[in-house]
């Protein structure tokens, strides 16, 4: 059965349905009988965790011939950085841990990119590696390779099973390691011995469920929390800048409650967007690098830049994200909310809150309303009226962009599309690059808790496609839309035989221009001229998808657009829009300001 008939014929949604209520009786049932092997406990303990289903490739196969026979599915993909991604997004929408396999070597290798994305942008994902029999080790058998030092960089936790019996236990460890504090992805490596062994484990039966994530909400310090609130209180122009944090936490609805009480104005960066309903009067939009010319936050950069007080929230402070540390000034007083205390002041000496966001939040929220907050609404109409005033300079600037007819078609036109037949309940994903600037420049969180995925943990591209198929796999219902480029489109067009074939509707649109317009444009900005490792041959990504058995569609008239779009999101078919596009338009960034003429190289 494909997979999400398989989640539609679910009396309730997962994970709470009779169906996995059922397996994971079986699966306590199951751990304490003599008779299982390693692979029938480690899917026993799987299923008791609520994992429904395995991103995997056949191996290792004695795991997934006992994880099938217990009723988790196998969703086959075609190569591994893909399947890391779908676990990812799988994760970001649902916070639920994802879990993916791999054969050793060259298999498990490719997963290195996709988990150094997960990690640095916490989120959790279990990863299952085959390694070669114990008899063999340190004889090159084949495909053997060191994973303890492959994975070192980007895994918080690696271990191999060398104990039957522990095989529950070691499971229940993985997850801890990968869903509490800042969560972040893990290995668990698999001797394919090992499974095959009868496993009798000792002690009390293992009964939580520890699938989900955060799997612990620490509070941060009292002191911290009144400190923050006073100092927020008594501000002049504070304002707040939420990260990805605040959705990896759950904790969008504590954040509106923040923003009310204060009144204040909030910006988000590029994964914090959806964090906050952008249509709201207090909602300044997605700042990070965006605040350039016809950039959502443009018209509050000096707004933010005189900011007294600044409160950072599930964020990184990373490059992007505070463009390049020039956002703020450096002579605000900074509060910084985070779960890890190695990023609370690692680019900006700041009161210290570390804490579960949603924690930290609702306790700062609570102590907030124990100070006078006067001052705060006093000056609430007059800040509303700015943001709403800038709202509007913006809308006026970028209208002839949205409205263009022109040939190829610019961006901006097809976002503005878009963004008029989303709803609220939509998710959005992108690749890197330009991709990702159009997403997060171009389309409206219309409410709080909106998703939008973009890959800004490493900012890779070829995530589009894959985060658009784990993104539906987390919530069915949702109608998922993905923008990619053609160059980070090639990465992974081979997965849309994997939706095709496991019923995983998705919109992919190409923003189709035959080269790297990005890489081009960073080029032409820095060295006056490109390399040659720009361009590309024409390819026919319509015809790419009507291969694969997807829907294709080509768009070269702008006038073609609305009603593709409006056909394509209504199909419940895997879909995909190829838009020749313009290579010169460029995304708001704020380094591209008033240099338009040196981002065009003959």
Known sequence: MKYIQYMNNAKERFPASRTVRRHQEHAAQGEKSMSQTVAEAIASALLRHGVGFI????????????????????????????????????????????????????????????????LKASIPML???????????????????????????????????????????????????????????????????????PSSPLGAERRQALGGFPLDRSRPQSE??????????????????????????????????????????????????????????????????????NGPAGPYRDLIAKADVVLFIGTRTNENGTDAWTLTSPDATYIHIDVDPLEVGRNYEALRVVGDARSAIADLTAALERNDLGKRRQCAPQLKARISSGREVRSQAIASMCRSDATPIMPQRMMADLDRLLRPEDIVVADASYSSAWVLSYLTARRTGQRFLTPRGLAGLGWGLPFAIGAKLARPDARVVSLVGDGGFAHVWAELEMAVREN??????????????????????????????????????????????????????????????????????????????????????????????KLVVA
């Not at 090159?140 to 095989?167: I, M, Y």
């Open 55 to 118: 991103f995997a490739q056949s191996n290792p196969t004695a795991l997934m011939l006992a994880a099938e026979a217990a009723g988790i599915r196998q969703l086959l993909y075609r190569t591994e950085n893909a399947a890391g991604a779908m676990a990812d997004a799988y994760s970001r929408v649902s916070n639920r841990i994802g879990v993916v396999a791999a054969q050793n070597g060259p298999a498990a290798a490719l997963m290195v990119a996709p988990m150094a994305e997960a």
């Open 127 to 197: 990863v299952l590696v085959q390694e070669v029999p114990a008899s063999q080790r340190d004889r090159n058998a084949f495909q053997e390779f060191d994973h303890f030092a492959l994975f070192a960089g980007v895994s918080k936790w690696t271990r191999r099973l060398d104990d039957p019996d522990r095989a529950a236990e070691y499971v229940d460890h993985a997850l801890m390691a990968a869903n509490s504090g800042r969560p972040g992805p893990v290995v668990l490596l698999l001797a394919k011995d090992m499974l095959l062994q």
């Open 224 to 293: 911290s929390v009144e400190e923050a609130a006073s100092l927020i209180a008594g501000a002049e122009s504070p304002v707040v800048i939420a990260g990805g944090g605040v959705h990896v936490s759950r904790a969008v609805g504590e954040l509106a409650r923040l923003m009310e009480v204060g009144q204040l104005p909030m910006a988000t960066t590029n994964m914090g967007k959806g964090a906050v309903d952008e249509t709201g009067p207090l909602s300044l939009g997605v700042a990070a690098n965006l605040t350039g010319e």
């Open 504 to 597: 995983i509707p998705v919109l992919v649109i190409v923003l189709n221009n035959s080269q790297l317009a990005m890489q081009k444009h960073g080029e032409a900005l820095g060295f006056g001229r490109t390399t040659t490792g720009i361009d590309f041959g024409p390819v026919d990504h319509a015809a790419v998808a009507r291969s694969a058995g997807a829907e294709g569609v080509r768009i070269e008239n702008p006038a073609q657009l609305a009603p593709a779009l409006e056909q394509a999101l209504a199909s419940g078919k895997v879909c995909v829009l190829d838009v020749i596009s313009s290579a010169e338009a460029f995304a708001p960034l704020r380094i591209f300001d008033a240099q338009a003429d």
